[in-house]
């Protein structure tokens, strides 16, 4: 098993070392896509909060209930922290009880991507930026059944709120 690791890192070192000299974009290593916007880990610390990094870049969640935009009740939009990309509206956004504002619905079905997330020993649908493959958080099929029944559990980290 660990000839096999050793392997595929150095394959996968040999295929990023190809990319990067002939100028052609690195596939994601967890969904093996190339997404058109792409930067480094230093970029996105430039661009992104710290608890905005950890939840796109890292995949990572912030705190239920204590963040900026559970409780937002504003009319206005949604954009992405990354790339100021317009995801969701306040008026397909609901109270779902989770303490994470969740939608029944993104802006445009293109904006976002849907991956299978296997992490934490679960097997979720992770809501992905279409155009940089960056972590917003997971939908699910419990959301209010006369708006399609999707409910769209974002990070308010991944998100900035435009008022109207």
Known sequence: ?????????????????I?????KKIPNPKTGKVYPVQKSEAE??????PLAFEVMV??????????AYHNNHEKGIYVSAATGEPLFRSEDKFDSGTGWPSFSRPINARVVAIITDKSHGMVRDEVIEAKTGLH????????PRDK???RYCMNSAALKFIRK
């Open 148 to 150: 399609g029944g999707k």
């Open 19 to 23: 990319y990067a000299q002939t100028g």
């Open 58 to 67: 890292n995949r990572g969640t912030e705190h239920a209930f204590r963040n």
């Open 1 to 17: 098993m660990k000839t096999i690791a050793t392997i595929f890192t150095a394959a996968l070192l040999l295929t990023m070392s």
């Open 44 to 49: 996105w610390k430039k661009i992104l909060s």
């Open 136 to 143: 917003l958080g997971h939908v699910f099929n419990d959301g």
